[in-house]
């Protein structure tokens, strides 16, 4: 039994040979009061650390609870200050501030944002719950787009009816950055007043834990939930949305003898795209990280074939290591990955001579040889890596 210290925790997390976290990072995003208003990111490795940093109240607080109490490891907390009192809207507001995006882009641990007021929106009715809701999904997805390995964690409406009619035709360039979770929770925390949770505390945590437990290529799904006692809506209410190619819903679900487990690991990309599923999504920007880091370690030699064959060999020992966990598709490495880094290849000359190193990668997460493409390119003039 390992020893114990007060005032000490201990905290452990995967890192790879080029020293980028394994671990999905989730940051939740709301009201504070005890921290300036778009401020740097605070990190926290314990429900003891939260409480004594926001304190004990709040949907904040009670989130981050929930998000510890099932095995999450470790967060990040964005405060959009004080709540704005009759203003229901002003999180939403908040959402689109260039501050909040600028906070969000500058810490690189960050991968997964968890907007914590968005339960508010259940108390609007007709068109005006559609809109905002609508509101909701589109700013925090353009908040993804502060990096290209971000990934929204969005709660959906309580009333069913308005989930359908929130979903129809809604269209966002980033679709393939978020996922919809239903519905919200009665959780068992008797002394709070907040006993009714948004699911994407628990959600954050069932992803990370999941990384650790059987990697960041695997589905985070069919895991049963702590501290909740049910769903507060049945699936049965809403299954036919379940599969609808216009965005899919993860749904929640309570099962008997099983308790309540995450029933679903769909993006909004619908059921059409590569990109329909969580984890294939959260894979590929794990990959492009690390690849990334990879580039950058090399920004300052010269470019050339040298370079580029060190580049290849770091990068085929990384994806052979996925094949190998199983997570890329293929009896053959050919058929799971490749790296592609050559003068007429992925770069002209003219490139070179302006210092861009430009490579392919193409990963086989649903079939064999049925490849995604992801293009890394690196500056070395200005030392900033970029992925498409």
Request: aromatic share 8%.
């Amino acid at each position: 039994m390992s020893p114990t210290l007060p005032g000490v925790t201990m905290t452990q997390a995967q890192i790879t040979a080029f020293g980028v976290s394994t671990l999905n990072m989730p940051v939740f995003i709301g009201y504070c009061t005890r921290l300036p208003a778009f401020s740097a990111p605070v990190k926290v490795n314990s429900l003891a650390e939260t409480e004594q940093i926001i304190g004990k109240e709040g949907r904040l607080y009670a989130l981050l609870r929930h998000f510890f109490d099932n095995d999450g490891i470790q967060a990040f907390i964005l405060s959009l200050g004080a709540p704005a009192g009759e203003n229901a809207n002003s999180w939403l507001e908040a959402l689109q501030q260039p501050d909040l995006y600028a906070a969000v882009a500058a810490e690189p641990l960050i991968t997964l944002l968890a907007v914590v007021e968005a339960s508010e929106l259940n108390q609007k009715e007709g068109n005006e719950a559609v809109e905002a809701w609508r509101q909701y999904w589109k700013a925090v997805l353009a908040l993804c787009q502060a990096r290209s390995d971000l990934f929204a964690i969005l709660e959906a409406p309580d009333d069913t009816a308005l989930i359908k009619r929130s979903l129809q035709d809604f269209h966002h360039k980033a679709r393939q950055f978020g996922a919809l979770y239903w519905p919200r929770l009665e959780t068992s925390y008797q002394s709070s007043q907040l006993k009714i949770l948004s699911p994407i505390g628990a959600v954050a945590a069932v992803i990370q834990s999941n990384d650790v437990r059987r990697g960041v290529g695997h589905a985070p799904a069919n895991i049963a939930l702590k501290q909740t006692i049910r769903p507060i809506k049945s699936r049965l209410e809403l299954e036919e949305l379940y599969e609808e190619s216009d965005g899919s819903l993860n749904l929640i679900c309570s099962f008997p003898a099983r308790g309540t487990r995450i029933w679903g690991c769909r993006t909004l990309a619908g059921i059409d795209s590569p990109w329909r599923y969580i984890q294939t999504r959260l894979l590929t920007s794990h990959v492009e990280r690390q690849l990334s880091q990879l580039g950058c370690m090399l920004m300052f030699e010269p470019n050339n074939a040298v370079t580029w064959m060190k580049f290849k060999g770091h990068a085929g020992n990384l994806l052979r290591q996925l094949w190998l966990q199983g997570v890329l598709y293929g009896q053959r490495e050919d058929e799971a990955f490749s790296v592609e880094i050559d003068e007429n290849e992925t770069m002209t000359r003219q490139d070179i001579d302006e210092g861009r190193m430009i490579a392919r990668i193409h990963l086989a997460l649903l079939a064999p040889a049925e490849f995604i493409a992801v293009t890394l390119n690196f500056d070395t003039r200005s030392g900033i890596a970029t992925s498409t």
